[in-house]
């Protein structure tokens, strides 16, 4: 899923449940227009959580900045 031809870290995996969020939010289209190292970045974060409420927690931060698009793990954010 991750375009992984310029990014020099560790590919994380998408969880199936994020990716059962985003196609249920309709924000699939959003997360893939991210830069890969955001995908990858959304998801090394959701994956190091170790407490299920740390990473519901996390999964929701990501699917309201998906959603507004003017945020990337709480910074500013803005498409090119």
């Known amino acids: 899923m991750i375009d992984n031809s310029r990014l020099k870290r560790k590919i994380n995996p998408m969880p199936q449940d994020v990716e059962e ?4 939010e309709n924000l699939m289209d959003a997360y893939r227009r991210r830069p890969p ?13 170790k407490r299920p409420e740390t990473k519901e927690k996390r999964i929701a931060q990501m699917i309201e900045e998906l959603r507004n698009g003017d945020k990337y793990m709480g910074m500013n954010y803005r498409a090119k």
């Open 37 to 49: 190292y955001q995908q990858n970045d959304y998801l090394g974060w959701i994956l190091k959580a």
């Open 21 to 24: 969020r985003l196609v249920r």
